[in-house]
């Protein structure tokens, strides 16, 4: 059955999008160490599909939202106070456009969704290694080959200092990329589990795995990253009918809340056994001394202000850091909440239809999902793992902007463009005969 899957996985179902499905697989698989190389591959693929599929890609919806989408970036950049700025910004969403037209035409079938998820799991390994170095052993290396065809810098310690972050720029971000792999490496795990094929190398590669990336998404110390590694595990335990596991979780996340809020007599009696680890940092103890204009309350109230006085066009994109800065006199690159950020910058209209695609596309998966007979009932739990990883992106970007690293934002265009390719091919499928 594992022969027949990887066959179906490594081949494309139409010939004629082999090459482009090939460069996809192998530009993720690098991608984690050499994100040019790897995003230039992803990229590259997405053209060759659009060439090769144009006329499909025009009848795609969503295809024509994003393309509505373009225009009023375009429109509000060049309104914008710092033009120069806010065309760069650009950079971060219009080429990304493309590789969704691009990869949800390619990306039709679960089988190509098990092997991404695979792909991805693999692509994390060394990742999570380097991030165990770093805390543990002091490995530190800045290592940079021809420019960026491969630039990876380790922390001793990590960064924020005390917090993992392996090859990436602040531990949130791992832990953004962590949750990923966590979800679906329990996605594949579960499935394996399912079938009883627990017998092999590839179980044993999955089990040390989810282990391993959920370990990291505890050192990472990220709020954020902990209630994504908690909503895959209650999401999979409900999906499964696990009632006494979804008490469980529960119970914990219930626990920790109330020694991080409760009232000081309840708190007091709940952190006899909740680490202090876990409740400090939730409720800020940790790091007592903040100042205010680091809070992401204030970072929200300043975001919302501005869009109150441009509600049309926003003051442009990547203009925040700096209105920010004069305000309360500090650096701060985005204000940790994506929505917020492009209502600021590009105006309500864009904020909302940007959200309204890919709400679209997390509600499209689910209907999908309840509707029988159109997935097959050993494909259902993978289909399932991308639904949760999209619901996690969407939760995940309230809190904090996944948006300005290049690996994170190229991946989250990667499982929406997988998703929608999926609902998009089996609803004509059924509907047409195709």
């Known amino acids: 059955m594992l022969g027949a899957s990887l066959k179906l996985a490594f081949y494309h179902p139409h010939t004629s999008l082999q090459t482009p499905w090939n460069v996809t697989q192998i530009g993720l698989l690098i991608f984690p160490l050499s994100p040019l190389v790897g995003g230039v591959s992803i990229l590259l693929a997405a053209l060759i599909t659009c060439h090769k599929q144009y006329h499909r890609i025009m009848h795609h919806p969503l295809n024509w939202g994003f393309a509505v989408l373009s225009l009023l970036l375009i429109i509000s950049s060049a309104v914008a106070d710092e033009k120069t700025q806010a065309f760069l910004g650009l950079f971060n969403l219009l080429p990304f456009f493309v590789v969704f037209a691009g990869l949800s035409s390619l990306i039709q079938t679960t089988a190509q969704l098990r092997q991404i998820a695979v792909i991805f799991v693999i692509g994390s390994v060394p990742v999570v290694i380097m991030g165990f170095g770093q805390m543990f052993w002091g490995w530190s290396f800045q290592l940079q080959v021809l420019w960026i065809l491969l630039d990876l810098g380790l922390s001793a310690g990590g960064v924020p200092p005390g917090r993992m972050s392996s090859i990436f720029m602040h531990a949130n971000l791992l832990a953004a990329y962590l949750a990923i792999a966590f979800t679906l490496g329990l996605g ?91 409740w ?18 204030t970072q929200w109230e300043f975001a919302w202000s501005l869009t109150q006085q441009k509600p049309w066009t926003g003051w442009g994109l990547r203009s925040f850091s700096d209105l920010y800065k004069a305000q309360m006199q500090i650096d701060l690159g985005h204000p940790h909440n994506l929505f917020l950020m492009l209502s600021a910058e590009t105006g309500l209209p864009s904020a909302l239809l940007f959200f309204g695609c890919l709400g679209w596309i997390w509600f499209a998966g689910v209907q999908l999902l309840q509707k029988p007979n159109y997935l097959d009932k050993k494909d259902k739990l993978i289909f399932f793992s991308y639904i949760v990883v999209i619901l996690q992106w969407l939760i995940f970007n309230t809190v904090d902007v996944t948006l300005f690293d290049f690996r994170l934002n190229t991946i989250s265009w990667l499982f929406f463009s997988a998703l929608w390719g999926v609902v998009y091919s089996s609803s004509r499928l059924h509907r047409y005969g195709e």
């Open 188 to 278: 594949l795990w579960l499935e394996r589990w399912s079938l009883r094929d627990r017998n092999n190398t590839y179980f044993i590669f999955l089990t040390v795995s989810v282990i391993t990336s959920f370990i990291a998404l505890i050192f990472t110390d990220s709020r954020n990253g902990w209630v994504m590694g908690m909503i895959a595990c209650l999401a999979y335990a409900l999906y499964q009918g696990w009632h006494i596991i979804v008490g469980s979780v529960t119970s914990i996340i219930t626990s920790v809340l109330l020694a991080a809020f409760a009232p000081s007599p309840v708190a007091e009696t709940f952190r006899r056994f909740v680490p202090a680890y876990f």
């Open 280 to 297: 400090a940092r939730l409720n800020d103890q940790m790091y007592p001394d903040r100042p205010v204009a680091v809070m992401r309350t």
